[in-house]
Structures are given as C-alpha cells and as structure tokens.
C-alpha cells in the first residue's frame, strides 16, 4: 500500500503496488491499483490484457486511418472498426491479386486521392509514367517554350 504525502495528495484513496517480475521479457514491473481482493497475478495478467487492447488500438490507428470515432455507442465504434478492417483486407487482396509490391499504406493513399476517377485499379496502382505527346494540334498556350 502506497503512503506519503505525495501519493496522497495525488490520490487521496488508498493504492496497492503489485510488482511483477515477466520472465518471457525479462523485465521488471510494477502496477498500481485501487483493488485488494485480487491476488497479485490476476493483477498482473489483467493489465497484461489491458496493454494487448492498447497495442491493438495503436494498430488500427498506424493501419487502419481512424484518426476519430464517429460515435460514441459501442455500436457505432465497432461498425467503424469493422468498415476499417474490410477495406484494410480488401486492399490486402487486391494488393495479393494483382502482385503489387508497393506497401499497403500507400496503396491505400492512391486510391485515397484517386477514389472518383474512372480508371481501371490496376493502372491507378502500378508505376506507368504518362507522357503527353504534343502536337501541332494543341490548343494549350504555353507560358515558356518547350
């Protein structure tokens, strides 16, 4: 149990030190909590799970581009996480089908800026430079000569 002027005047109830010792990472650490019926290992292990939750939030943050939830109920945040992950696995798809080597991520920024042209996917993500040929039937004025 955690005493002291400090502690208290930071959180005036009273908060219980587990200390764990993790043998897979070989590190030491130490947990604060507000509960004193569990033993010390359920403590342990429940802020284990906490911390997978937080690395899969982190996760659909990098991955997923949700910057906001939309809504507020449980309903509305997991229809926006599951929208995310089906776009995140069809672009996964595509990415497999169609053999392209360029990284999710920026597939998914080609098609972010290229969602309303009528173009086939395929072109719009692989690497063809475009080169106009200028003719003699050009109407474009040039501000420099080419």
Request: hydrophobic residues 40%.
């Amino acid at each position: 149990m955690l005493t002291g002027f400090y502690a208290r005047k930071s959180y005036p109830e009273k908060l219980r030190r587990v200390k764990y010792y993790d043998a897979e990472n070989e590190k030491r650490l130490d947990f604060l909590t507000n509960n004193f019926s569990l033993p010390a290992i359920t403590i342990a292990a429940l802020y284990k799970y906490r911390w997978q939750v937080e690395l899969f939030f982190k996760w659909i943050k990098q991955h997923l581009r949700i910057k906001a939830f939309y809504g507020t109920s449980e309903n509305a945040v997991k229809t926006q996480i599951w929208i995310a992950v089906s776009v995140y696995v069809l672009v996964a798809i595509i990415k497999k089908r169609l053999k392209i080597e360029q990284s999710l991520y920026t597939i998914l920024q080609i098609l972010s800026v290229s969602i309303f042209e009528k173009m086939p996917i395929y072109k719009a993500l692989t690497s063809t430079t475009y080169e106009k040929q200028i003719t003699s039937d050009d109407k474009q004025l040039y501000l420099f000569e080419c």
